[in-house]
């Protein structure tokens, strides 16, 4: 099956560049004064339209995707095939089908573009944002898990497949490993998720020079109508053993500009830190400890506004919903976490050795 694979770059200078399997043709477009009206020159859109990506480890094919310089606990070596990594358009039945999907489109691409942090409350700071599709009024969106979605039924930009739009923007998306220790038997892992959308989702980068640390702001949005996880080989697309999650949708808010997320990496192991710092506030003292009431300064009506803001505003809370979830077959019903605020966060990744 021949591969396609076109990309649309929304520039000041030019807005179009096409790569064809077998032949490269690029044509540079002009654009209009109402084109040239809407750039704004801080950051370039990402569209990729007929967009396929399969590949895998076979080498009867000469195809070789895998992973080496691992070694186990015991000393062993690990070896991780990559059996298939896929994007395609949803209905790929497990990647088995691969036909175009379009990624974005001209007016809601991904975005790689720099922010003025004194909007964002970062004084005399420029921020980098790499961001998804946006979200839109409900008037004008479509339901982010409805494969079947129409307009005005939910905030979710990206269209599904159906409905007439040319390929759909919501990717089926797969991963199958097999892991190899030694001598023992391989072992797999299989991810897979139907028709996902990542609208709303977004990485804020800045340098902060009171820590001396990389500081980020992330949320990242995910639905799917399925995401199956399974211990099955490639071939066994029917798998007894896989967990299935339907409806599943994950809202996921990591950090603030006024208490970012800070990665790093650790001056005695050098493995990689990532922290959230306990909150503060410089006028904490006006804030009664035990009603959480200001004191009736206007330092302290600040600081209760603040707080307020702090644990009231869904924008900084965290959601993760599952309409039902099957085990080899089995419904355990439904499941769902909602208003998860991180206050605090501290982790370290460190080399283990054998």
């Known amino acids: 099956m021949p591969r396609i694979w076109k990309a649309v770059l929304l520039t000041s200078l030019y807005s179009v560049l096409a790569l064809l399997s077998g032949a490269v043709n690029a044509e540079l477009k002009s654009l209009s004064d109402q084109d040239l009206s809407e750039v704004d020159g801080k950051g370039v859109g990402l569209v990729f339209e007929d967009f396929i990506f399969s590949h ?56 790689i573009g720099l922010l003025d ?25 479509y339901d982010c898990l409805d494969t079947a979605a129409v307009q005005g039924s939910g905030e979710c930009s990206s269209r599904p497949a159906s409905g007439g739009w040319a390929n759909g923007e919501r990717p089926d998306l797969g991963l199958e490993l097999e892991v190899n220790v030694g001598s023992e038997t391989p072992r797999n892992l299989s991810i897979h998720a139907k028709s996902a959308v990542f609208d ?40 007894g053993s896989a967990v299935k999650m339907q409806g599943f949708a994950m809202e996921l808010a990591m950090g603030h500009t006024f208490q970012p997320l800070y990665l790093g990496a650790d001056a005695i ?81 460190r080399d283990l050795e054998p």
């Open 269 to 349: 192991s050098g493995g990689l830190t990532i922290e959230i710092a306990k909150i503060t506030h410089e006028y904490i003292n006006n804030i009664d400890v035990v009603t959480g009431q200001s004191d009736g300064t206007a330092e302290g009506d600040v600081a209760y506004a603040f707080f307020n803001d702090y644990y009231s505003n869904p924008e900084y809370r965290s959601n993760i919903t599952m309409d039902n979830i099957e085990v080899s077959g089995t419904s355990l019903g439904s499941a769902r976490i909602e208003g998860l605020l991180v206050q605090y966060l501290d982790v370290e990744f």
């Open 117 to 141: 942090g004194n909007g964002l409350g970062l004084n005399d700071e420029a921020v980098l944002q790499i961001s998804g599709p946006g979200k839109v009024d409900a008037s004008l969106g």
């Open 200 to 239: 709303g989702s977004y990485l804020r980068l800045w340098g902060d020079g009171t820590e001396q640390k990389m500081a980020a702001e992330f949320r990242l949005n995910f639905y799917t109508p399925e995401l199956e996880i399974s211990t099955c080989s490639q071939a066994n697309q029917s798998c």
């Open 56 to 111: 895998g480890h076979d080498p009867s094919d000469d195809k070789v995707f895998r992973i080496t310089g691992l070694t186990s606990t015991s000393g062993e070596a690990v070896v991780v095939n990559v059996d298939q990594l896929y994007i395609a358009r949803s209905g790929s039945n497990y990647g088995s089908t691969l036909d175009p999907v379009n990624l974005g489109r001209l007016d809601n691409p991904y975005e």
